[in-house]
């Protein structure tokens, strides 16, 4: 089983950035894919952006170009650099990790809040 903590997030102005973390622990398989996704009320989850073990990146279209997705393979840590924020972009978000073998694990979510 795998264990992820989110941290970041927040109220942030329209235009503004923000950066999400999220750490793995437990059961890691070396060939995984990690990534984020948001939901709003009333709402399916999202994809919003993920990265494989070794690099591989996809984007919903709706963020190309505004969002960032990175890892560090040493500390099994995920990351999401938020930049050109829109109110639109407001959502809890979520931390995924899926490898060949487990069921897909979540974080427990951070809530982004774009307003002026």
């Known amino acids: 089983q795998v264990q992820l903590v989110e941290s970041g997030g927040g109220l942030v102005q329209p235009g503004g950035s923000l950066r999400l973390s999220c750490a793995a622990s437990?059961?890691?398989?070396?060939?995984?894919?990690m990534g984020w996704y948001r939901q709003t009320p009333g709402k399916q989850r999202e994809l919003v952006a993920t990265?494989?073990?070794?690099?591989?990146?996809n984007y919903a279209d709706s963020v190309k170009g505004r969002f960032t997705i990175s890892r560090d393979n040493a500390k099994i840590t995920i990351y999401l650099q938020m930049n050109s924020l829109k109110p639109e972009d407001t959502a809890v978000y979520y931390c995924?990790?899926?490898?060949?073998?487990?069921?897909?694990?979540w974080g427990q979510g951070a809530q982004v809040t774009v307003s002026s």
């Open positions: 995924s990790y899926r490898d060949c073998c487990s069921p897909r694990s």
């Open positions: 437990g059961s890691i398989f070396g060939d995984n894919t």
């Open positions: 990265i494989t073990s070794d690099g591989s990146t």
